[in-house]
DNA sequence: CTGGAACCGTACCGTACGGTACACCGCAGT
DNA sequence: ACTGCGGTGTACCGTACGGTACGGTTCCAG
């Protein structure tokens, strides 16, 4: 139906112009929330006209939709050095992603966009919501998973379902930060290195190995070191 | 400013007649989402007049914020016998509970209030936010650190920060079940039950004492134990 | 210079929604 | 029977928004 940036896959690119529209868009999304972004309010702060914004994306929807792909494609992954040495590099290299994914939970475009996708959620129909999981969540899936399976195969972590123990470890680090967020709240003074920390602490008390089950033997006091 | 339900504490009680209207408004809300939820299409629904809307509830905002306290409302929790003996007790009242919010989460309304709130949610400002994070989420987290207490006293489990270990678990049993939810996403054959128990056997064995790490150190079958 | 394509700014249209006003009805209490 | 009260249903108003049309401008090709 639009005339670009239809496809789920959501590969789309667009012309540096079109880019800088999508960014006040995003802008004025994070500041004033949906019904902040009218067509009228994006022409008027991306200098643009409203005829250019239906040429380029069809549809308000197509708008939303192109304003995910373009905030996912500027966030690319690197490919993560697969070649994992011993635990301290793995725990590293898995406390790094989790810090990442923490920070990005919390920023502002991130949450704005989620609410904006969860907003338009229905029962059965979740238009935005499925290009926000396929760009936003698997990429980070992919990630901690294959680090999983590389610290499986150096017999560091032992699991039998890789995406079960992802979902484990997502659980750990995020456990229900995001939907307060997303309601809302604000975290504290919760800091994102040290719950990655934590997180990947507890992750390898039940998934490491048994000479790797992680640096606390014991476990008194370990809720949250502050205390030490 | 709305003539009722304005409170934070939000404890108010409506009549009979308003609870029907409430009751029709969550049904308009949970089919169709938030844009098929119009003052005109509610009091056509529960065949009422816009004017008593308007009085009753003051304002559109008041009516959601009536619909979350109305619906909260409804899921009064029992007070979780607080008298816990012995590990499998314990174990079973976590699972029991586990289940029970796994349901909940996934309930059509829930989503509904938690998609509305979650939309309207911006920047600095979260009106229904706070009332859903108070009266949807404050429950749960109250039965649950009282019997994470109970189990503390009993020695059965060990942990510093109350609240910091409510938060392990949630996140064990949630994981990004909510989220994903809240996009769109079907859990498809997640039973609650199953991954109630298996939350509450990993945080045994995060927070167990010595004897009591988990009901068996392998427990080959489920899908992220270890395979020996 | 001419033509055309892309684009801006603005005006415009239809509709839908929040909120209000008003006529009418049933039902107490006296 | 009269009156006030709470309620319904409908008509109405103002506005805001999605979407379209159009004139004017810039820029490039030939």
């Not at 050095?81 to 475009?109: E, F, H, M, P, W």
């Not at 996708?117 to 990630?143: F, M």
């Amino acid at each position: 139906m639009t005339s670009n940036a239809t496809s789920i896959a959501g590969n789309e690119t667009y012309s540096p112009r079109q880019n800088a529209v999508l960014e006040s868009a995003l802008g004025l999304l994070v500041e004033g929330g949906e019904r902040a972004l009218t067509t009228a309010g994006v022409a008027r702060a991306a200098n643009c006209s409203k005829e250019s914004l239906y040429k380029w994306f069809g549809d308000r929807d197509g708008l939303l939709a192109a304003m995910i792909t373009f905030q996912s494609s500027k966030v690319k992954a690197e490919p993560a050095a697969s070649g994992a040495k011993g635990r301290a590099v793995l725990a590293a290299q898995l406390t790094g992603i989790a810090a990442n994914l923490l920070k990005v939970l919390a920023g502002d475009v991130s949450l704005a966009l989620n609410r904006l996708a969860i907003g338009q959620a229905r029962r059965g129909e979740a238009d935005l919501g499925l290009l926000l999981r396929e760009h936003g969540r698997r990429p980070i899936e992919t990630r901690l998973s294959a680090l999983l399976e590389s610290g499986r195969r150096e017999r560091l972590l032992d699991f039998a379902d890789t995406r079960e123990a992802y979902r484990t470890l997502y659980g750990l680090i995020v456990r229900d930060t995001h939907v307060r967020l997303l309601l809302g709240d604000s975290l504290d003074g919760e800091a994102p290195a040290k719950r990655a920390a934590q997180a990947i602490d507890e992750f390898f008390r039940l998934f490491g190995t048994e000479e790797n089950t992680g640096p606390a033997p014991q476990r008194a006091g370990l809720g949250n070191e502050r205390t030490g």
